[in-house]
């Protein structure tokens, strides 16, 4: 089975899972969602992450992070989407809840956070808001 958006689908487990309270989400694995993953550890989102081999299909296994038994994430959206793209520059990059939440941009030097790209003066494809 193919997926058309499988960072999308990446975010609705994550939110599915946080929702019923799961300690744990498995899903299927790609560089791309491993830089995502590896963000969201940096920023305090999720505890760890780790890549599984099983049956010649690697799977990305999230452990979850919660605070007083709610959820870390509270807010996790997909900005641009496969029907519509969404670029801005580095001046344009959005400040995500007056700066306590992030971005997680897509540019030429990788996978980043709003503020990472901010510094480093280079805009791209806004993936995702979390916080």
Do not use: W
């Amino acid at each position: 089975m193919s997926l058309s958006d499988p960072i999308g689908d990446m975010i609705a487990r994550i939110k599915n899972a946080q929702s019923r309270s799961h300690k744990k989400v498995e899903l299927p694995s790609s560089n791309f969602k491993v830089k995502i993953a590896e963000i969201l550890k940096n920023e305090g989102f999720v505890k760890n992450f780790k890549v599984n081999s099983e049956n010649n299909k690697n799977l990305l296994s999230l452990e979850l992070k919660y605070h007083s038994g709610n959820p870390v994430i509270n807010t996790f959206e997909r900005v641009s989407k496969p029907g519509r793209r969404i670029f801005s520059s580095a001046d344009g990059l959005p400040k995500i809840n007056n700066g306590l939440g992030i971005a997680i941009v897509s540019t030429p030097k990788g996978v980043m956070t709003d503020l990472d790209a901010r510094k480093q003066r280079v805009g791209g494809e806004i993936i995702c808001k979390v916080f």
